[in-house]
Structure formats: C-alpha cells, structure tokens
C-alpha cells in the first residue's frame, strides 16, 4: 500500500503564491441551500432549500423555477415552519426529495414526477432519514441517523437490506458516476465504501481520520472527506494510495471533479475552497468569496464548481 501521509508541505507558501479566483456567477435561492444536484444532461442546478422548496436553475440563461414547494410543518411548539429539505437527487425524468416531516425527528420522503409529487413515507414509518439518493429507476439508498444504509425497493415500498455499517453517528455519504458503489462518513472518522446493490462493504479505511467526518465524495477509484480533526483526506481504492493536507480550519466540504484528476475542499476560516491536483498533491486553485459555512459542492465538469452555504447563494466557479 502507497502512502504519502501528511502534507501540511509547504502548502502555505504554495497558498500564498495562488491569485485567488472569485466567482463568475451568484445564484440567490429562495432560503439557505442544503444539497445540489444536477438535472438532464447537467443543463440545470437543482437547489434544496430551508424555504421548503426545490428549484431548479436553467444553466444558460440563469433562470430559476421553483419545481415544487413543500407543505409547511409544525416545530416543537406547534408553530408553522418552512419545510427544510434535506437532500435531493435526479434521475430519468424524476425528482427525489428528503425533507423533514415536522414529527419526532422523522423524515418524508417524495418523488416529483411530471409536476405530481408522490409521497413515499412520512413519520409514520419512523425513519430517521439523512441523505437518499437514487440507484437506479426502482430503488433508492438512504442513510439513517444511526448510520444504516438502507437499499429501498419503489415498486414494492420494500427494504431491500438494511445494513449497520458502525455504531457511530452518520455524517454524509456520496455515489460514484455508476451509482454501483458508495461511500460513507460517521462520527467515528471511518469512512466505509459499500456495493449499493448488496450493502456489501467493500472496503473501509479507519487511518485517515480522527473525528467526525463532514463530507465525502468517489468518483472513479478516488475516495475524498473533510472533516471536525482538520483533514482534508484522499484515499485510492486501487493503489492503496493514501493521506491528508492539514487544514487550519474544520473541512466542512469535500469534492471530486469527474476524472478525479482534482478535488476540491473548502479549507479555511474564511469559508475559501482550496483545489488540489491528486497527482502532485499541490494546490491549483484557491477560491475566495464564499460567504458563510459550506454546507455542499459539486462539479459539473473538470473547470466549473458549484459551492453552497449557509445562506441563499450559490457560487459558480471556473477553473482557468
């Protein structure tokens, strides 16, 4: 196994030596953006807010529509609230939407098909759902707070499996292009990729991390997270290949382009987005105009990024 361990390098000369990039375009959602997603043929930017709702953003002309705004629900209080939709996800012409259910910690989840939205559970199932994602037309994977990943079959309202990966808090899991295989982060810093057809584990990495992990993401045969120990960690499921640069602030977001020639992770306390090449291990990039906590990225190509964070903006960033 290949290791090139800790790189705190000489990455802060190297940081300083980048003219930072700013963002070539701003898109203001209608509350504080939790998840990113892309609509057909990557043309559009599907956001899901704090407001409830999913909009989607026309990658040419910038228009936003907003596809489906959700019921409000009642908070601990009974007072009426915005729904919080907590991730979101396209695929073949429909739309999956996890939000909050309003009821004990529970969870709804829906399918937006042609305008008509189709509940698949609320908080009568007592499903303490965090992040689902599509596999394929009829099944679903999604993550309960106790860090299960549950295979749910469409068709039948079914549980394919339902596997306890460890006993530690979930943190946030990601697909790779084929959706064939996932990776997880916990509380525990384990990060555990599983076959997403079987919840096999195929392969889990306890060294990288030493607190709970913030965010993941696999493209190809590289596994990237950030995390609460402030490290922005690699991984390769092929070569072994494995370690971390050493951020001076918590790495709340983590994300691969689709070569996975570069990842990206938002590093600083200044809420900034470092690129690194995975093959030098140097920085390329350093992205400055961020305005709050990151909560998600997502590239659409190798040289454009999308950032979210704890407000209505969306940056549009281009890798020159």
């Given amino acids: 196994m ?25 898109i203001e959602a209608d509350g504080a953006v939790n998840d990113l997603a892309f609509g057909k043929d990557r043309a559009t930017l599907l956001m899901g807010t704090d407001h409830g709702s999913l909009q989607s953003v026309d990658l040419q002309s910038f228009k936003i529509t907003t596809l489906l705004t959700l019921p409000q ?15 979101i996800d396209y695929l073949d012409g429909r739309y999956l939407i996890l939000s909050d259910s309003g009821e004990g ?20 199932a007592r499903h303490a759902v965090i992040k689902a994602r599509f596999i394929d037309k009829d099944h679903i994977l999604y993550a309960t707070l106790g860090n299960e990943a549950v295979l749910y ?17 979930f943190s ?10 996932a990776v997880f982060g916990c509380e525990s810093g384990v990060l555990t990729v599983i076959d997403t057809a079987t919840g096999k584990t195929l392969k889990s990495i306890d060294k990288l991390h ?24 690699y991984f390769n499921l092929k070569t072994g290949e494995h370690g971390y640069f050493s951020s001076d602030f918590l790495v709340y977001a983590a994300a691969l382009t689709p070569s996975a020639d570069r990842a990206a992770w938002a590093m ?4 900034s987005i470092t690129v690194y090449s995975l093959e030098t ?33 969306v940056m549009m960033w281009k890798l020159k």
């Fill in 210 to 233: 030493v607190d709970n992990i913030f965010s993941v993401d696999i493209k190809k045969d590289w596994v990237v997270a950030g995390g609460q120990d402030r490290r922005a960690s």
């Fill in 2 to 26: 290949k290791r090139l361990g800790i790189l705190p390098l000489l990455l802060s000369g190297c940081l300083m030596a980048l003219t930072p990039l700013t963002p070539v375009k701003q």
């Fill in 172 to 181: 946030d899991f990601s697909l790779d292009a084929a959706r064939k295989r």
């Fill in 153 to 169: 079959e469409i068709s039948t309202g079914k549980e394919i499996y339902r596997r306890q990966l460890s006993e530690s808090k």
């Fill in 281 to 313: 291990k140097r920085p390329l990039f350093l992205l400055k105009g961020q305005k709050s906590i990151l909560t998600h990225m997502i590239f659409r190509n190798d040289t454009t990024l999308f950032s979210a964070s704890h407000d209505p903006m």
């Fill in 105 to 124: 910690g529970f969870s709804d989840l829906r399918i937006l098909e042609k305008g008509k939205a189709k509940k698949l559970f609320g908080a009568e």
């Fill in 73 to 87: 629900v009642k908070d601990f209080m009974g007072d009426k609230i915005d729904d919080k939709v907590f991730s």
């Fill in 268 to 271: 600083h306390d200044d809420n």
